[in-house]
């Protein structure tokens, strides 16, 4: 039996506007009926065990699909290294496939603009438990400096973001070791199998970043070479980082160095829009005349 709860987290809290309770009642009233629901859960996971070999037959047959192997891991930068693990998706899919298994977020107090937040994975069949509990600040940080959130919704999905790898970090460590590790090794083998040229991926790859504002020139600088010389260990490590990024786990920051227009370029573009725009006008002025 599966049990995801981190897409319920806050739910509650959407409403609070229409009727008119209180975070904190409604936080109460959600714990109880998880207690419930989770005893009964308890009940139904001793009654029907999990077929191990079953279970990891799952999992090996869930990565070898190809849109999971391909967010099945996120890079970090750390002391001057990177480090790549499994990642949110790959644990959530280990989670529901090794079965009896109750994961995701809860809200356990919200007061002086911040929520206390418990990431959890229990195994119910085991009574393994992994929990952490957390503070969010309902302050998220914009080019214009800290914001402070009011909205249920914002509130919400800042939670989500930050209870996210806490999560991941609960679900891996109730996940036996040696299941992460055949997982990221099928991933691994389903990425190298059928594979278009590495110039199309690379393309692909490139298109991707786009979307999120990193150039060419930054990947490339990145990397320490063009990407006409990408190899397969490249092309894993950006989709690891695009992942990342993605999810939440970081920012473009962290890896690549934005460079905004020297102030000398934008005044010369500046001058150019006017003298154009006053071509434009002109040219107007003669076709009525």
């Not at 996971?45 to 999992?59: E, S, V, W």
């Not at 500046?270 to 154009?276: G, L, R």
């Amino acid at each position: 039996m599966n049990k995801q709860n981190s897409n319920e987290l806050l739910n509650m809290n959407v409403s609070n506007s229409a009727t008119g309770s209180t975070p904190n009642a409604m936080i109460s009233t959600e714990q109880s009926r998880k207690a419930a629901e989770v005893q009964a859960a308890m009940a139904v996971a001793k009654r029907f065990p999990r077929d191990q070999n079953i279970a990891f037959r799952n999992i090996m047959e869930s990565c070898k699909r190809k849109t999971l192997a391909e967010k099945a891991t996120y890079a970090y930068p750390r002391g001057g290294g990177m480090v790549i693990g499994p990642s949110i998706r790959l644990a959530e899919v280990l989670a529901q496939n090794w079965g009896n298994m109750d994961f995701g977020l809860l809200e356990l107090d919200r007061s002086g603009g911040e929520s206390s937040v418990m990431a959890y994975c229990w195994d119910m069949e085991t009574n393994v438990k992994r929990t952490t509990v957390f503070q969010v600040r309902h302050i998220r940080d914009t080019k214009q400096g800290p914001k402070k959130l009011t909205d249920e919704r914002d509130i919400y999905e800042l939670v989500a973001n930050m209870g996210a790898r806490r999560m991941r970090a609960c679900i891996l460590n109730v996940i036996p070791a040696d299941i992460v590790e055949e997982a990221l090794r099928q991933c691994t083998l389903t990425l190298s199998k059928g594979l278009e040229p590495i110039a199309d991926r690379c393309r692909k790859m490139v298109n991707a970043f786009t979307s999120i504002s990193v150039s060419v020139e930054m990947l490339e600088e990145y990397l320490g070479y063009k990407l006409d010389a990408i190899d397969e260990d490249g092309l894993n490590q950006l989709r690891s980082i695009f992942t990342s990024i993605k999810d939440g786990e970081s920012n473009r920051e962290n890896y690549f160095t934005i460079r905004s227009l020297p102030e000398k370029k934008r005044e010369e573009d500046d001058d150019n829009v006017v003298f154009e725009d006053s071509k434009t006008k002109t040219k107007n002025r003669k076709t009525k005349a």
